[in-house]
């Protein structure tokens, strides 16, 4: 068998974290070497596949239909690798781990897959604290937090786990006919202060048959369950609503979507290396968001 042909390893390595973490800084950080060496080797994958993997604006950058091309699979190579490596230490994989993630992506994601990982490592006990309070993101009995946010939380490691495509959902009888314009006066379910419908119905012209009135549910768990429950539209996401859209419980009048500002990132102290337990459910975390977004690409 021919040898294979591969870029650097170092290479990939820091096209990965940049563009897993959306920050050459954060990535220089991560991998312990300067933003100035990360460039580089970025500028080095770049020439040896000979395209644009980033688009540049002074400091900033995103990703290029070729970045985004190789993240994901790239990403879930490295995430195989770490995994094999712990497997080998497989029986120290016990104990307790604390995880707090929202209430919608505990109870509408997080508990829905995390079976696996539980077959995997019978020893391990898991805790999951269903929350979006700031306060357990820094708290020293919390392992692991999810959150939707910008990235940024001094003092902790945070790693993006997914960008938030949003779009309405309903109960699929609401759409029996077959015919949007019958979900002109039905009512707009929201979480809390209803930007994201502002967003959306901002974005996407065909929303402006929507005239119903709002109802505010207090959080995106009780607006997703209010929509199963015929409620009205609600406005869902590519993380929480995907169960119940594949299982056609919910269902999605329109097909335009409309980033969100603000992605889920997985959050820590950065200092669990030596508890293989925490490392193990936070790489199987990263490895399950990786998969779902290779399978959604």
């Known amino acids: 068998m021919a040898a294979r042909r591969l870029p650097p390893l170092n290479a990939l390595r820091a096209f990965e974290a940049a563009a897993r973490r959306r920050s050459i800084s954060r990535a220089a950080e991560e991998l312990g070497v300067t933003h100035g060496a990360v460039s580089h080797q970025i500028r080095t994958l770049e020439a040896f596949v000979d395209t644009d993997l980033l ?17 994901a699979p790239l990403s879930s190579g490295f995430d195989l690798l770490a995994t094999a490596v712990i497997s080998l230490d497989q029986p120290s994989v016990r ?20 079976g ?40 902790r490691r945070s790693e993006r786990l997914t960008d938030t495509e949003l779009f309405p959902v309903c109960w699929p009888d609401l759409l029996a006919s077959g ?10 379910l929201c979480a809390a202060n209803g930007h994201e419908w502002d967003l959306w119905l901002a974005t996407v012209p065909q929303g402006s048959i929507l005239t119903g009135g709002r109802h505010y549910l ?15 539209l609600a406005m869902g996401d590519n993380v ?24 889920f990132f997985l959050i820590d102290a950065g200092n669990h290396e030596r508890r293989p337990a925490v490392t193990a459910v936070r790489q199987w975390i990263l490895e399950s968001f990786n998969r779902e977004r290779a399978l959604a690409a």
Request: glycine fraction near 8%; proline fraction near 7%; include cysteine.
């Open 55 to 71: 688009e540049r604006a002074g400091n900033r950058f995103k990703l290029t239909v070729a970045g985004e091309q190789l993240l």
């Open 95 to 114: 104990g307790d781990v604390t995880v707090s993630a929202p209430p919608a992506l505990t109870c509408l994601w997080l508990v829905k897959t995390v």
């Open 116 to 155: 696996d990982l539980l077959k995997q490592y019978p020893d391990l006990r898991l805790h999951l604290r269903p929350s979006n309070s700031p306060k357990e993101v820094i708290a020293s009995d919390v392992d692991l937090c999810i959150r939707y946010g910008d990235g940024i939380w001094p003092g």
């Open 179 to 188: 015919d949007i314009r019958d979900l002109a006066d039905t009512p707009l």
């Open 218 to 232: 207090g959080n995106h768990l009780a607006m997703i369950e209010a929509a199963v429950g015929g409620l009205g």
């Open 240 to 263: 929480t609503c995907q169960r119940y859209l594949e299982s056609g419980v919910l269902v999605r009048p329109f097909a335009e979507s409309v980033r969100a500002p603000s992605s």
